[in-house]
């Protein structure tokens, strides 16, 4: 069965979708959309707000299935691989959705072999270097039969960008030293940050291959508040409102027109759980509000970026200091600020 027909079954008749991703329901209904029609998708968006998680996801929705036990994931009454043509492999193994979810990390310094393989010295002195045998699959053939996830595609040099083009078209593969066509069955999932300037111009021949999902941070604080929960290590009490109010800061800091680049739901966990350790090396068993403000500038300024209009006339922690003078006055908390604690 095609993997567009399984995730169908999984989405329309069994109703799963994304039950463990907090809010985003509109990129939600257009991935689920996407998948049932068997495109594959680019997730555009800052860095931080769930992309990754949000592609696992995708994999989890796959049904386990039973594979032959080879590097190429073939099924067994369709082989595509050497081994398995041959009748060389002869066991099966079943696998879930996450057992055939490949990552692939953006960089500047991936190459062509990396996706689709190369030729194995020991396999060649065994085989002959011109046998296909000696051929190591890379991540494409690794993901057949299940999801490639490619994180920051835009930080992929061009020629990498067009060794995807074959396989995302046709769902083949030319081995150019064997010109061999193998079959590559797989969901293709690409991540981009719009905002990130060392990168690649993605091609509007590779862009046409895809239907993109526009992500963007938590609609409401009560949705980024339990991603804070259900995300953060819990290791003394924090109560509700000095948790909420340091997600707050976070979220109101987005909205400074200061700033080119703002602080991710990363920001909102690595506040929450520094408050807690900052409480504990001063020997409590419960946070404060002076917890969340002692650790600010530490966890927020290197995740922020002034506009070049401002940049030159505060650092990021002056800003984050302004910011704070503001959100105290803003919510009372001069008083307790002073104090160290939040009523």
């Given at each position: 069965?095609?993997?567009a ?15 463990k ?5 509109p ?9 049932i ?20 996801s995708v ?11 080879c ?18 492999t ?37 085989h ?9 699959p ?11 996830f ?21 769902g ?11 079959e ?15 990168t690649?111009?993605?091609s ?8 993109v999902?526009y992500?963007?941070y938590?609609?409401?604080?009560e949705d980024?508040?339990c991603?804070?929960?259900?995300n ?21 800091l987005?909205e400074?027109?200061?700033l080119?680049?703002l ?7 690595g ?17 404060e509000w002076?917890d ?30 302004e ?6 006055e ?7 600020a ?6």
């Amino acid at each position: 069965m095609k993997l567009a027909e399984q995730l169908r079954q999984e989405i329309l008749d069994h109703g799963r979708g994304f039950e463990k991703i907090i809010g985003q329901d509109p990129v939600k209904q257009q991935i689920k959309s996407a998948l049932i029609a068997g495109r594959h998708i680019l997730i555009v968006g800052p860095p931080g707000i769930g992309k990754t998680t949000l592609a696992k996801s995708v994999a989890s929705l796959l049904p386990e299935t039973e594979v032959k036990d080879c590097p190429y994931n073939c099924l067994p009454e369709r082989p595509v691989c050497p081994e398995c043509k041959t009748g060389r492999t002869t066991g099966t193994k079943k696998v879930s959705g996450l057992d055939v979810f490949v990552r692939v990390q953006g960089s500047p310094d991936l190459t062509a072999e990396d996706l689709i393989g190369d030729i194995d010295p020991a396999k060649a002195m065994e085989h002959g270097p011109l046998s296909i045998e000696a051929f190591t699959p890379g991540k494409i053939f690794k993901a057949n039969n299940g999801v490639l996830f490619f994180d920051e595609l835009n930080r992929a040099p061009e020629k990498l960008q067009n060794a995807l083009l074959q396989a995302l078209q046709e769902g083949i593969v030319t081995i150019g030293s064997y010109d061999v066509d193998l079959e590559a069955n797989f969901i293709f999932i690409a991540t981009m940050n719009p905002d990130d300037s060392s990168t690649e111009p993605l091609s509007d021949v590779l862009l046409d291959r895809f239907d993109v999902a526009y992500m963007d941070y938590p609609a409401s604080i009560e949705d980024e508040v339990c991603i804070v929960e259900e995300n953060s290590q819990h290791l003394i009490d924090v109560p509700d409102q000095t948790r909420n109010l340091a997600t707050l800061f976070v979220r109101m800091l987005r909205e400074s027109d200061k700033l080119e680049k703002l602080p991710s739901v990363r920001a909102s966990i690595g506040l929450y759980e520094r408050a807690q350790t900052n409480a504990m090396v001063k020997g409590k068993q419960r946070v404060e509000w002076q917890d969340v403000q002692d650790v600010l500038v530490s966890v927020l300024s290197h995740r922020i970026k002034l506009k070049p209009s401002s940049q030159y006339l505060q650092t990021p922690q002056e800003l984050i200091k302004e910011q704070l003078s503001k959100f105290v006055e803003q919510h009372g908390l001069q008083k307790e600020a002073e104090e160290g604690d939040v009523p």
